[in-house]
């Protein structure tokens, strides 16, 4: 497949690229420096464009299978371009005419019982409900798309450094959680299970997640 990806320089973007480029995808990433770009990501083709330059992103990603994001806003940007550029890739998408977008979404939009999302549940933590409001935001914006076959893949609650099990489980709308209730996936399985989803396309327009 030629995959284009966003935010392919963060925590979860090197691993998605790690397994995109393992599975023999051509992958290019879309980045705003090419200075110091991680080793996972030897083999990307690295185009430097911005997400509010509409023409320069949708130059970069023409002729892809599907335009991929693990964007995430850096300490003291405003939370709030979590949703906003949800809608630029969209845009640019778009305009490029590529058929599919896959978000890197967030666990707090995933219901826990029927129309009850994880961020409205009182024991949610305060410190991540910025982050979870404007994640929800995105999948708002991305709900209203109809010509676009967008999946908004929300990690586990909680996503972090760990072993690749190469198992996990991925499922649509609700919230995943192990017998103990925990609901945790390390960086690489998820990388594994986002593309293993681009090259599925099984969840169109639907919100999912990974967790073990
Ligand atoms: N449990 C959950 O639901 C959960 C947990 C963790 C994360 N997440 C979500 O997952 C996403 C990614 O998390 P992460 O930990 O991988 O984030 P991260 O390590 O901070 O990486 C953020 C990525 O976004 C890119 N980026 C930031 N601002 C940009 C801009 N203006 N233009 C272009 N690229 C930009 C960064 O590129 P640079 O290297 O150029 O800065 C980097 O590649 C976030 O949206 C976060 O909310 C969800």
């Known amino acids: ?21 393992a599975h023999g995808h051509q992958l290019t990433v879309i980045v705003r420096s090419a200075q110091n770009l991680p080793s996972e990501l030897t083999g990307a083709h690295p185009v430097i464009a911005a997400l509010d330059d509409r023409d320069a992103l949708a130059a970069a990603i023409a002729g892809h299978d599907v335009l991929a994001s693990a964007y995430g806003p850096r300490p003291g940007d405003d939370i709030g371009q979590i949703a906003t550029v949800a809608g630029q890739l969209v845009a640019a998408a778009r305009q490029a005419q590529v058929p599919r977008v896959v978000v890197v979404g967030g666990a707090g939009s995933l219901e826990v019982a029927p129309g009850v999302q994880l961020v409205d549940t009182p024991g949610f933590p305060e410190a991540y409900k910025p982050y979870a409001l404007a994640a929800r935001e995105a999948l708002k914006q991305l709900q209203a798309v109809e010509d676009i076959d967008w999946t908004f ?60």
């Open 153 to 212: 893949f929300s990690p586990a609650a909680e996503i972090g450094p760990g072993d690749e099990r190469g198992q996990y489980r991925v499922q649509a709308k609700t919230f995943l959680a192990d017998a103990e209730g925990h609901s945790r996936i390390s960086y690489a399985d998820y990388g594994a299970a986002f593309v293993a989803e681009l090259e599925a396309g099984k969840y169109p327009k639907q919100i999912i997640t990974a967790a073990y």
């Open 1 to 21: 497949m030629k995959i284009a990806l966003v935010g392919a320089t963060g925590n979860i973007g090197r691993q998605i690229a790690r397994h995109a480029l």
